[in-house]
Every structure is written in structure tokens, then in C-alpha cells.
């Protein structure tokens, strides 16, 4: 019987699988789907800047922390398997075109400052300077002000998962392909996982199906929002990358990699486990290419992709024990921040877990915490996004 079983293969399942290993444990992972079937592969991978600074809010906290891990990991990761997850300091350019986005921006920019972050408004002309292609968009005429944040990063998902899984695999982990239907729970403890072949026993439990948890903990009582937030991406080749940072322009962005291909995201969907794009959102991410960045000459259309973002009520992940069971553990809700926010994460439960001092405040992220009163929306919270994609300014 294995120390512990991980249900969950997206990034935050595999992460905290790698470092419970790292750790001595031994560990089994079951996930449903893998890889490019995981809400982790269709992500972006945009990191924006995570300053650690005074008053900071917990979810900031943990993710400041984990941008910290990520360039430790990505080295130890390279190093262990050999696969570059592709971690690159781009840096972010945010765009304004109309007075309400120049006003944002500028605001924007005063609080990045304020946390110690370099946030440099720019002028069109800089706009043009910074990023060229950007004169060849359909709306060049149109971009008013941009602010650039140097300490913007992204890496590569999909390399950084085949990553993970590898480590683990060396580090002794049992990943196995398994759908969890229902636990066995005896006393204060689960037994046993039921799964739809048999059932599987271990010491210690981890629920880690991103929008899938809050199904899962339904069978402890637990009330957890995780519901699902649809996000499309359409992906487009070109010969080679015209803009070397990421180009945001109100909740849309563009993410070039090294090797010529271009990202283009994305939405934020409230409409429940349906993983399909549609065409109408393939047809409008395509456009905000063009209206970026114009025709594209030798550009093609690769594919597009869903993903399902784990909600969250309260602004934060849910990463502890679950209250009356000595060992069942959650950490799921990571919503729009789940890859930057994985490291941070697998180190916090694993310390939890292990009964090590937390470099964290862990209360704040604890199963069954009270959920926030009615009719307040909290920052970064799914209410907050889904406001936010309706007021959409740019
Ligand atoms: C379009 C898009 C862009 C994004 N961009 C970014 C970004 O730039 N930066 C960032 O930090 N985050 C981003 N995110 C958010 C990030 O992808 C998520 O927060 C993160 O992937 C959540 O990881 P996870 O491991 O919790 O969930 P998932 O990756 O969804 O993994 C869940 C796992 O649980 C398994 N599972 C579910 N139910 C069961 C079951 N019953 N039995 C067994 N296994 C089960 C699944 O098969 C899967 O393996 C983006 C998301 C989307 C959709």
C-alpha cells in the first residue's frame, strides 16, 4: 500500500506527487486524463509579475512564493529528465485604446509601482518601438498607451508537464490511469478509492481534479466551489516569432514562442464541463491576431483547444486537510493562476502533510473555511472574472 494516492494529473497533482517523492513517500497518482487531456496543457503559461511586498494578500503570497520555486524547479527539472520547460523572462505588454483602458493602465501601473514592480508607461510611438509588428495590426492606429512589465515570464506547459511526469516516474511514483468514483471511508479515515476497475488502498488521500474536486469532496460533505471556467485558445504557426513579449490587451493576449508559434487567448466561459471551442470564439481570437498584429504573411492555422479552469469563491486555491478526517487533503480552485501558483502549492501541502513548518500562513487556504459573505465579490475570485469579461475595457 502506497504512503499516498494523488487523484489528479493536471500540474498541481504531479507537482505535489514530485515533491511527496522527493520526500521519501511513496506515492501513487490516478488521473483520469493526462497530458493534453488536463486543463494544465491548455493553458498559456504567462506568469505575471510576482513581487513579494508588505500587505501582500495570501493568494499573492502564495504566488510570489512559487515564482520564486519555478526558477529553482525549472533548473532541477531540466537537470533530472533533460526537458527545458522553456521558463523565459519575455516581459508583458499591456495595451490601451480608448480613455477608459489609458486610465486603467495608468492605475495598473501606480500599484505594480507600489508592490516594487517596474511598470513603464509608454506612448504610442514607444508602443510601435517596443513590439514593431504591432504597427502592421489592423488597429495600430487605434492603441492609445502601454504599460511594460519587464518582470513578466511564460513557459511552456505541455514541456513542463512531460517534465513533471518524468521526475516523477524516476523519484518512484506509480501513475496510473484510474476515473475515482467514490471512496471507502472508515471512522475518521479513507479506506479505499473505488474507481471504475477496482478499488485501490493508501495511507493518505489528495484530492487534485481541478474543476472536477468540488464533485469529489461532495462525498466528505465538503462544500467546495470549484466550478468549471471555460477558456478557447487558438494556436497559429508562423515562420518565425514577430514579437518576442507577451501582448496583452484587456483580458485578450497573444504569447509568441521561440519557435514561431503563437498563442491566442482567450475566454472566460461560465457553461458548465463542456471542453469544445466554438466556432464563432475560433473566428474572434483569429481576429484579435490580425487586429494586433495584421495579415500574418506564412501564417497557418494550427488548432484550438478548451480548457477548464478551476473556480474559485474566494479569490484562493483550497490546499489543507479536510476538516473531521485525519487523512484526506485537498488542493484544488487554482483558477486562472494554477500554473503559477503549482510549486507553492505541492511544497505547502507537502509540509502540511508532513508536519513540517509551513513557509506560508496556511489558515487562509484551509478545506471548509468560511466562504466570503453574500454579495461580495472578492478579488480574483470566478465572480470577479466573469464581471470583469462583461465590463471588458480595453
Ligand atoms: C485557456 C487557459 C489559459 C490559462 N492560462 C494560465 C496561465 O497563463 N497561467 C496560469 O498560472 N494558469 C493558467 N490557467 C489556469 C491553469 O491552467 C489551471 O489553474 C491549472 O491547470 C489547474 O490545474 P489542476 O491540476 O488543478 O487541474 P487539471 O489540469 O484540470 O487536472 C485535473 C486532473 O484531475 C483528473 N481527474 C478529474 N476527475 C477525476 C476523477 N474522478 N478520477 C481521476 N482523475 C480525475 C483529470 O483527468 C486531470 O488529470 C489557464 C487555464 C486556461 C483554461
Not at 59 to 85: F, V
Not at 344 to 358: C, F, I, K, Q, W
Request: proline share 5%.
Amino acid at each position: 500500500m502506497n504512503d499516498c494516492c494523488i487523484v489528479g494529473g493536471g500540474i498541481i497533482g504531479l507537482s505535489l506527487a514530485r515533491e511527496l517523492a522527493g520526500r521519501g513517500m511513496t506515492v501513487r497518482l490516478l488521473a483520469r486524463g493526462r497530458g493534453a487531456d488536463t486543463t494544465s496543457w491548455a493553458a498559456a503559461g504567462i506568469f505575471p509579475p510576482a513581487p513579494m511586498h508588505a500587505g501582500i494578500s495570501p493568494a499573492d503570497a502564495l504566488t510570489a512564493w512559487s515564482d520564486t520555486l519555478h526558477r529553482t524547479w525549472s533548473k532541477d527539472l531540466e537537470a533530472e529528465t533533460g526537458i527545458d520547460n522553456g521558463l523565459l523572462p519575455s516581459g508583458g505588454l499591456h495595451l490601451a485604446r480608448s480613455a477608459a483602458g489609458v486610465e486603467r493602465l495608468r492605475a495598473d501601473a501606480g500599484r505594480w509601482r507600489e508592490k516594487g514592480t517596474a511598470a513603464d508607461l509608454l506612448d504610442a510611438q514607444e508602443v510601435m518601438a517596443c513590439e514593431p509588428a504591432l504597427a502592421s495590426g489592423d488597429d495600430a492606429g487605434a492603441i492609445l498607451t502601454g504599460m511594460l512589465l519587464r518582470d513578466e515570464m511564460q513557459f511552456r506547459p505541455s514541456r513542463h508537464l512531460d517534465a513533471l511526469e518524468a521526475s516523477c516516474r524516476s523519484r518512484g511514483v506509480v501513475i496510473e490511469e484510474a476515473d475515482v468514483r467514490q471512496f471507502v471511508i472508515q471512522g475518521t479515515r479513507v479506506e479505499r478509492a473505488v474507481t471504475a476497475t477496482g478499488e485501490i488502498a493508501a495511507g493518505a488521500w489528495v484530492l487534485a481534479a481541478g474543476s472536477w474536486t468540488g464533485g469529489l469532496a461532495n462525498a466528505f460533505g465538503i462544500a467546495l466551489d470549484t466550478r468549471p471556467i471555460r477558456g478557447q485558445i487558438v494556436l497559429l504557426r508562423l515562420p518565425r516569432p514577430v514579437i518576442t513579449r507577451i501582448v496583452n490587451r484587456g483580458l485578450d493576449y497573444l504569447v509568441q514562442r521561440p519557435d514561431g508559434r503563437l498563442l491566442v487567448g482567450s475566454t472566460i466561459e461560465d457553461i458548465g464541463f463542456d471542453c469544445t471551442t466554438t466556432p464563432d470564439t475560433v473566428e474572434r481570437l483569429e481576429g484579435v491576431a490580425r487586429a494586433l498584429l495584421g495579415e500574418l504573411p506564412g501564417s497557418v492555422f494550427e488548432r484550438s483547444w478548451a480548457g477548464l479552469r478551476p473556480g474559485t469563491a474566494d479569490g484562493r486555491p483550497t490546499i489543507g486537510r479536510l476538516p473531521d478526517l485525519d487523512n484526506v487533503y485537498i488542493s484544488a480552485g487554482h483558477f486562472r493562476a494554477g500554473l503559477h501558483q503549482s510549486t507553492g502549492s505541492a511544497v505547502l501541502l507537502a509540509d502540511l502533510m508532513t508536519a513540517r513548518p509551513t513557509h506560508l500562513d496556511a489558515s487562509a487556504f484551509a478545506p471548509g473555511r468560511a466562504a466570503p459573505p453574500a454579495g461580495t465579490i472578492p478579488a480574483g475570485s470566478t465572480a470577479d472574472y466573469l464581471a470583469r469579461t462583461v465590463a471588458a475595457i480595453d
